[in-house]
C-alpha cells in the first residue's frame, strides 16, 4: 500500500521547511523494513510493503513546520484490504478403479472471485465441475493431476490429484478420504475457514486410522505468517490481534490441535523477536499474551494438549535421527513464556487474568509473598541490592504440561500450581509452599520443568530441589535454582497399614479356602457322578473356586508389581488381562448354576438335555463369554494407552476409555439375572406339594443350589458394588475396608455355602473315606 499525503494549497504559503508524521488510529507509525517515509516532488508518501491484518485503521499524515504549524489530511474512513482468493477442491485426492465410471472434481472460490480449471475449459465461475474419465489403456497407479487457479490471482491455485488403479481398494467410500489400497495415505481438504490438510492411512481391517488433522484458522495461518519478520512496531499490534482471536474464538483454537500448535509457533517468534532485537515487553503486550496462553490452557483444549503431547511421548520411544524436527508444542509455550518475561519492562505491577496471575516486584535481600491462596514463596536471602522478581501463577498449565519424568514414568500427576519464577538477581536458595489439588493423592515430589530431558522435549526433574515438609494439604519444597516449578504427587489409593494386613491375611484366608474346596471336591468326585444335576452343580463349583483362585494368584502378583517404583506396563496388561477375564469366569459360572437351577426347577426332574450338552452350555458360559469381553476390551483399549490405569495398580482404566465397565456391567447384570432366578425358584418350591421318593434326591440338589446362591449372589454383588465404590468416593476408608474384607473373604464363602454346608458332601466323604480304609486293608491282607 501507498499513501500519498497531498502539499497544502499555494494560498496557505505553507513553505518547504516541513516535516511529515504518519498515524494509524492516532497512534504514531514508525519507519520500520515494513513501513518506508519518502519525501518526493514536496509531497510525503507512506509505502507498507507487506499489508498485515494489524494495518489496518484509519491513515493521517501531518506536515509539520518549524514554527508548529500543521497540515493534516485523513484517510475517507478505514484503509482495508480484501480477503485473498481461498480456492477449495473437492476431492483434493482421488482413487478411481479404472472399469469405473467417470469422477465428479468441483472447485470453488470465495466472493468476489473467479476459477477455472487450467488448460482444460473456458468456463470461468465461482463454483465449477469437471468429469475426470479414466485413460484409454488405463493401467494402475497412473495418475492424472488438474489444476484449479484463481483467474484473477493465478499466483493462488490447488492441484487435484487423480488415480487411476487395477487393484481392489481396502478402504471403501469414506466420506472424507474415500477410497484407498492397504498402506496408503490419503489425503482431504480442510473445512472453507481453514487451511492445511487431512490425512489418513488405510489399514488392513478397511479402515481409515491415524488421523491426521493439519487444519489451521486461515485468521491464525496470517497471523503466523506475519509473526515471521516482526520488529518494534508490529510485535505489540500483532500480540493484540492474537489475543483478541483466541480469546473470541477459544472453542474453535482449543478444538484444534495443528491451531493451538500455530499460536505456540507465533508465541515462539514472539520470543526470538524481542530477545534478538532486545524488545521490552510493556504491560498491555504481556496481558495479550497471558490471556493468549490462558484459553490455549483451559479445560476445553485438554484432548487437542493429549494429542500433541502423545506424539511427543512416540518421538521419545522412536529414533530422533528419524525424525529431526520432532518438538514438543507443550515445552516451546512455556520456554517461549519464560523468553518473553525476560523482556517484560522495569517496574512494580500486577496482571491479573482469569487463568494466569503474574506479579513483578522490586524487594532488597529478603522476599516472601503468597501467590492466589495457592502458592508462597520465600527467598530468605539475595546476592543484595534492588531486585525484581517476577511470579507467574498458572491454574490450567496441567492441562498443557505431561507429567512425564526423568524416569519417563506418568504415573504422577502434576497436583499443584505451576510457578514461574524469574530474578533480575542470582538465587540460590528459594522455598515454594503448594497448596495441593487433589488431597487423595500421596507421594509428592518437588519439580521443576527440565527443556534438556529426552533430547529436548522436555520433562520434569527433581535436580536441586528437595521436599520440606508435607502437612495438612501443603507441601512446602527447596530448590536452589529458578525456573518452572510443580509438584508431582501419585494416586496411590488409599494408603493404610491396616487396610493392606486386612487385604492380604483376607486373601490369603481366601486362597487357603479354595484350596479346601477344591481338596473336598477331587475327594468325593466319584460319588457325585451318580446324579446328574448334582454333578453339574459340583462342576460348577469346582470352575467358581478354580477361576477365583488363578485370579486372587495374579491380584497378589498385581501387587506386587505396583509396589515398583516404575511399574512395568507390559507385565502389568498382562496381569490386567488374566484378573479380568478369571473374575469374569467366576461371574459366568455362576450365572451357569443359576440357570441350571432354573432349567431344573420349571422342567421336568427326568430327562431334557443330556449331561453332554449341559456341560458344553457350561463351558461355552463360563470361559467363551468371559474370553471374548477379555480380548475385545484389550483390543479396542491397548492401542490408544487406556487399558490399564495409570495409577499403579494393575486393574482395568476407568478416566479416559471407560474399560472398567467392561467388567462392572456382565458382573452387575449377572448377580441381577440370579437374584431374578432365585426369586422364581423359591415361588417354585413353595408351590410344589409333595414330591415322588424317585425325585427327593433331585429335589436335594436344587434346594442346595438354590441355598447356595441364595448366599452367594448377594454377597458377591455387595463386594463389587463396594469396588465401584472405592472409585467413586476414594477418600472414604470405611468403603475401602468393607472391599477388603469382602473381596478377601470369597474364597472362604464359597467353601462354606457351596461345598461344607451340604449334608450329601459330608455323605460323601464318610463313604470315600470309608472305601480308601477298605482299599489299604485290602492292599495290607494282599502283601
Request: with cysteine.
Amino acid at each position: 500500500m501507498t499513501v500519498n499525503c497531498s502539499l497544502p494549497p499555494v494560498e496557505i504559503n505553507f513553505g518547504t521547511n516541513w516535516t511529515a508524521e504518519w498515524t494509524r488510529d492516532g497512534s504514531l507509525i514508525l519507519e520500520d523494513s515494513d513501513h518506508r517515509f519518502l519525501r518526493q516532488n514536496g509531497s510525503a508518501t507512506l509505502t507498507v510493503s507487506r499489508f498485515f491484518r494489524t494495518d489496518i485503521g484509519l491513515y493521517e499524515c501531518k506536515l509539520i513546520r518549524k514554527d508548529g504549524s500543521v497540515f493534516r489530511e485523513k484517510s475517507n474512513g478505514s484503509i482495508t484490504f480484501r480477503e485473498s482468493p481461498v480456492i477449495q477442491v473437492k476431492p483434493l485426492q482421488a482413487n478411481v478403479k479404472c472399469a469405473d465410471g467417470p469422477v465428479q472434481v468441483e472447485c470453488s472460490v470465495n466472493s468476489p472471485y473467479k476459477v477455472q480449471f487450467l488448460n482444460l475449459s473456458a468456463e470461468k465461475k465461482q463454483t465449477i465441475t469437471y468429469s475426470v474419465k479414466a485413460p484409454n489403456n488405463c493401467t494402475t497407479n497412473q495418475e492424472r493431476k488438474l489444476t484449479c487457479q484463481s483467474t484473477d490471482y493465478p499466483e493462488y491455485k490447488k492441484e487435484i490429484k487423480v488415480t487411476f488403479s487395477k487393484d481392489e481398494f481396502v478402504c471403501l467410500f469414506d466420506e472424507e478420504f474415500g477410497n484407498a489400497t492397504e498402506g496408503q495415505t490419503a489425503v482431504a481438504p480442510c473445512e472453507p475457514d481453514k487451511v492445511g490438510e487431512k490425512t489418513a492411512v488405510c489399514k488392513e481391517n478397511g479402515k481409515f486410522e491415524d488421523r491426521q488433522d493439519n487444519c489451521i484458522i486461515k485468521l491464525v495461518q496470517e497471523l503466523f505468517v506475519q509473526s515471521q519478520s516482526l520488529n518494534n512496531n508490529s510485535l505489540p499490534e500483532l500480540l493484540d490481534e492474537v489475543s483478541n482471536t483466541t480469546v473470541n474464538f477459544t472453542q474453535n483454537v482449543t478444538e484444534s490441535p495443528a491451531t493451538i500448535r500455530s499460536i505456540v509457533q507465533i508465541l515462539r517468534n514472539v520470543a526470538n523477536t524481542s530477545l534478538s532485537l532486545n524488545i521490552s515487553i510493556s504491560r498491555t503486550s504481556m496481558e495479550d499474551v497471558l490471556l493468549t496462553v490462558g484459553a490455549l490452557t483451559t479445560d476445553g483444549a485438554r484432548e487437542s494438549w493429549k494429542s500433541l503431547n502423545t506424539n511427543d511421548t512416540r518421538n521419545i520411544s522412536s529414533t530422533r535421527s528419524n525424525d529431526p524436527t520432532a518438538e514438543s508444542v507443550s515445552s516451546i509455550l512455556l520456554q517461549s513464556l519464560e523468553t518473553i518475561t525476560y523482556g517484560l519492562t522495569n517496574g512494580t505491577f500486577n496482571i491479573d487474568t482469569p487463568s494466569i496471575i503474574l506479579n513483578k516486584t522490586i524487594f532488597t535481600d529478603t522476599f516472601c509473598a503468597d501467590f492466589n491462596s495457592s502458592v508462597e514463596i520465600d527467598i530468605p536471602e539475595s546476592g543484595g541490592g534492588n531486585e525484581s522478581i517476577t511470579v507467574i501463577t498458572f491454574s490450567s498449565m496441567h492441562n498443557v504440561l505431561p507429567a512425564r519424568d526423568e524416569g519417563n514414568s506418568s504415573l504422577n500427576i502434576i497436583n499443584g500450581r505451576v510457578v514461574l519464577v524469574q530474578s533480575s538477581g542470582t538465587i540460590n536458595n528459594i522455598s515454594l509452599s503448594f497448596d495441593v489439588i487433589n488431597n487423595t493423592l500421596d507421594n509428592p515430589k518437588c519439580v521443576f520443568w527440565n527443556f534438556s530431558l529426552f533430547d529436548g522435549l522436555g520433562g520434569w526433574d527433581d535436580q536441586g530441589c528437595e521436599l520440606v515438609s508435607s502437612v495438612k494439604g501443603i507441601v512446602t519444597c527447596n530448590c536452589n535454582h529458578l525456573t518452572s516449578f510443580s509438584i508431582l504427587m501419585s494416586p496411590s489409593g488409599f494408603n493404610d497399614p491396616v487396610l493392606e494386613y486386612i487385604t492380604y491375611i483376607g486373601v490369603g484366608i481366601s486362597i487357603g479356602s479354595l484350596v479346601i474346596c477344591l481338596i473336598v471336591e477331587a475327594t468325593i468326585w466319584r460319588q457325585i457322578r451318580k446324579n446328574n444335576t448334582s454333578y453339574l452343580r459340583h462342576v460348577s463349583i469346582v470352575n467358581i473356586a478354580m477361576s477365583l483362585l488363578i485370579a486372587d494368584i495374579w491380584f497378589i502378583i498385581g501387587a506386587v508389581i505396583s509396589e515398583v517404583e516404575e511399574m512395568y506396563i507390559l507385565e502389568c496388561t498382562a496381569v490386567t488381562f488374566s484378573i479380568h477375564f478369571f473374575y469374569l469366569s467366576l461371574f459366568f459360572w455362576m450365572l451357569a448354576s443359576g440357570l441350571l437351577l432354573l432349567y431344573r426347577t420349571v422342567t421336568v426332574f427326568e430327562g431334557g438335555l443330556s449331561e453332554t450338552s449341559m456341560l458344553a452350555i457350561g463351558f461355552s458360559l463360563g470361559y467363551g463369554a468371559p474370553i471374548i469381553i477379555a480380548t475385545t476390551t484389550i483390543a479396542v483399549t491397548a492401542p490408544k494407552d487406556e487399558y490399564i490405569q495409570s495409577t499403579g495398580s494393575c486393574w482395568l482404566k476407568w478416566a479416559e476409555s471407560r474399560a472398567l465397565l467392561a467388567f462392572v456391567i456382565p458382573v452387575l447384570s449377572i448377580v441381577l439375572i440370579n437374584l431374578l432366578i432365585i426369586a422364581v425358584v423359591i415361588y417354585k418350591i413353595v408351590r410344589r406339594v409333595g414330591i415322588d421318593a424317585a425325585q427327593t434326591a433331585e429335589s436335594h440338589v436344587v434346594v442346595v443350589i438354590a441355598r447356595s446362591l441364595t448366599v452367594l449372589t448377594p454377597f458377591f454383588g455387595l463386594t463389587w458394588a463396594l469396588g465401584v465404590g472405592t472409585l467413586a468416593i476414594p477418600n472414604i476408608r470405611g468403603i475401602h475396608i468393607a472391599f477388603a474384607l469382602s473381596n478377601s473373604l470369597q474364597g472362604f464363602f464359597i467353601l462354606v455355602f457351596g461345598t461344607l454346608l451340604d449334608k450329601k458332601v459330608w455323605s460323601m466323604l464318610r463313604i470315600a473315606t470309608q472305601q480308601r480304609d477298605n482299599e489299604h486293608q485290602h492292599w495290607k491282607g494282599f502283601k
